[in-house]
């Protein structure tokens, strides 16, 4: 299941191989809003396959949840690798909660019928993120 979909890390992983070639710099805040965006909220099925398929995912077999937990292990790595500091315990907490909010805001900004409060729960998030306090 997760390996026909184009899975967050196969975004990102593209993205940070373009950086590196000389393309645009991939950062903690491009991620972010290249994630949380309203074209990623409105195609499910050519975006990341967690916030699409996660409980789906849950309930698969071992092969599929093993090849799962790889990508998301894939995913904090890279998300670890874009935040500063040195303190690779603390960039990895904040990796997790990343993702995990990523994950989620996307699940239930596409499952709301209202427009604006899907957009809403997008922004939240992005601003949050991008401007930990």
Not at 26 to 51: E, M, Q, W
Not at 65 to 92: F, I, W, Y
């Amino acid at each position: 299941m997760v390996e026909r979909r184009d899975t967050s890390c196969r975004v990102w992983q593209r993205q940070k191989e373009a950086a590196e070639s000389g393309g645009q710099p991939l950062t903690f805040a491009k991620l972010i809003d290249d994630y949380l965006s309203d074209v990623h909220r409105k195609n499910p099925g050519a975006g990341c396959a967690f916030s699409t398929l996660a409980p789906e995912i849950a309930r698969s077999d071992k092969r599929t949840r093993a090849l799962t937990s790889e990508q998301v292990r894939n995913d904090l790595e890279l998300l670890v690798g874009l935040l500063p500091g040195k303190d690779k315990r603390a960039a990895r907490s904040r990796a997790i909660l990343t993702f995990s909010a990523l994950v989620g805001a996307m699940s239930l900004a596409r499952a709301v019928s209202d427009e604006a409060l899907s957009r809403e729960i997008l922004k939240t998030l992005a601003d949050l993120l991008k401007n930990p306090t």
